[in-house]
């Protein structure tokens, strides 16, 4: 199994900043990719940003140009770093191991986007 270790979200203002951390422990080496996945109070959860093992990326349309997925291999950490954040990106965010066919999920992390 993977146990995920989520950081860095807060309150900030529209068209701030914020940076989330994952760091991955345990099986790491069977992970086949990180995902950032948000969900807001009466929504369902959605894919926010994704990257695998082999370094291919994606993102939702909503974040694409204001939100950035990188990894650092030498700390087994994911990070998400959203600029020009909006009132409609407030969810919890949580972080998402694939070892296929599982699904490891960290607690979770509130972002709150004032207007």
């Known amino acids: 199994q993977v146990q995920l270790v989520e950081s860095g979200g807060g309150l900030v203002q529209a068209g701030g900043s914020l940076r989330l951390s994952c760091a991955a422990s345990?099986?790491?080496?069977?992970?086949?990719?990180i995902g950032w996945y948000r969900q807001a109070p009466g929504k369902q959860r959605e894919l926010v940003a994704g990257?695998?093992?082999?370094?291919?990326?994606n993102y939702a349309n909503s974040v694409k140009g204001r939100f950035t997925i990188s990894r650092d291999n030498a700390k087994n950490t994911v990070y998400l770093q959203m600029n020009n954040l909006k009132p409609e990106d407030t969810a919890v965010y949580y972080c998402?191991?694939?070892?296929?066919?599982?699904?490891?999920w960290g607690q979770g992390t509130q972002v709150t986007v004032s207007s």
């Open positions: 998402n191991a694939l070892r296929w066919p599982f699904w490891d």
């Open positions: 345990g099986s790491i080496f069977s992970i086949n990719a």
């Open positions: 990257i695998t093992s082999g370094g291919s990326i």
